[in-house]
């Protein structure tokens, strides 16, 4: 079992910048491809980055190419998610998960909520 834990969420101003962390319970969290959700209200969860075991392979949804970069420090178990030139339409709740395979997520965090007021 891995535990995801997720911090770094807010209230922010359209433009400014967050960096979400995750930080996982595990000792193998090198072999885990590690992904960051979201999920307004009303809306269904979706997919924003996603980087693989090894770091070079990355996932950004259209909307956020460009603003947001993902990264990963396996030497402290900890994915970031680094948010740019933030819009309102990114207010959601951000949820941080972990998969053995790409695309396959076995593990959940607890969500941190994002808001950004224009």
């Known amino acids: 079992q891995v535990q995801l834990v997720e911090s770094g969420g807010g209230l922010v101003q359209a433009g400014d910048s967050l960096k979400l962390s995750c930080t996982a319970s595990?000792?193998?969290?090198?072999?885990?491809?590690m992904g960051w959700f979201r999920q307004a209200p009303g809306e269904e969860r979706e997919l924003v980055s996603a980087v693989s075991l090894s770091p070079g392979n990355t996932y950004y949804a259209d909307s956020v190419k460009g603003r947001f970069t993902i990264s990963r420090d396996n030497a402290n178990n900890t994915v970031y998610l680094q948010m740019n030139s933030l819009k309102p339409e990114d207010t959601a709740v951000y949820y941080c998960?972990?998969?053995?395979?790409?695309?396959?997520?076995?593990?959940w965090g607890q969500g941190t909520q994002v808001t950004v007021s224009s």
């Open positions: 595990t000792r193998t969290f090198s072999g885990y491809s």
């Open positions: 998960a972990a998969g053995a395979g790409w695309g396959v997520w076995d593990y």
